[in-house]
């Protein structure tokens, strides 16, 4: 009975793409790069290149992309296999075509739950890979295509991330634990994009604007305003959706991700052997001697 509960309660962890140190390192460098390139205005100090609003972003959206490149490059040397790479075509496809359905409007975003459970399920390696293509793959459908897509790739990313890192839970306590993740990621999600978008929208004369060199708590005064009063029904909105749609469909979601984790077998060394082929050979002595025989007693 001690044996089964312990089962429940730590149930083993798939991980369908693994991190090596490498790849692990790769992460934490362009995580680490994220967060300058999404935090600027409260790093930035005037006269630098940096202080211009029009030029930071442009900038960053230029280096974010080739740092992304970098780690899906170092993740797939060694750590993605076939099966892999299927599952996770499957499920970004999957998620570029539920993205339109909920198209951001006041907020009900409806890709971010599937992130979640997959990088749940599949670990945080594939997570992390899986929110950069999926927000890659509906950007391309639905033209969502600009400066600020890196940014979007790379949160999403954190979002799968996060979500493989969660202490392991099953039953309602592990649907409960990722609604609420779901929500807490929503609300973070939209405010680290509000600040990449905060110097572009508020001008330079409003009591909302982004002052370059300025204090960082006056500059954070002033973001925690411009957000309350720009975005946050849609960051509210994006939460709800994601504590919502988990509640409603993790259970079924996780069974049917989990199923099909086990039938992968993930964890299996996929090896290739020529197939085995017969020849047909001369006739042994030992086959030809009972038909000699036969022959022989009835000629006689």
Known sequence: MTGARALRVEPRRTRAITLRPRSAAAIAAVSLAGVVAFAWPLLVDPGTALADSTNAPLLFSLLMPLLLAVVLAEISEG???????AMLGVLSAVGA???PVGAGTAGLETVFFLLILGGRVF????GFVLGATTLFASALITGGVGPWLPFQMLGAAWVGLG???LPPLRGKAEIAMLAAYGAVAGLLYGVALNLMFWPFTTGLD????F????????????FVVFSLASS????VGRALTNAALISLTGSIVLRTLRRAARRAAFAAPVTFAAPVTFEPGPPS???TAPTTAHTQTTSG
Request: net charge negative; proline share 2%.
């Open 285 to 287: 002595a030992t086959s």
């Open 232 to 235: 946050l029904g849609w960051d």
């Open 123 to 126: 670990g945080a390696g594939f």
């Open 97 to 99: 075509a539920l993205r």
């Open 206 to 209: 409003t009591e909302l604007s």
């Open 211 to 222: 002052v370059a060199g300025a204090p960082v708590v006056e500059n954070l005064q002033r």
């Open 163 to 165: 979500a493989g890192l």
């Open 79 to 85: 750590g993605l296999d076939v099966k892999a790479v």
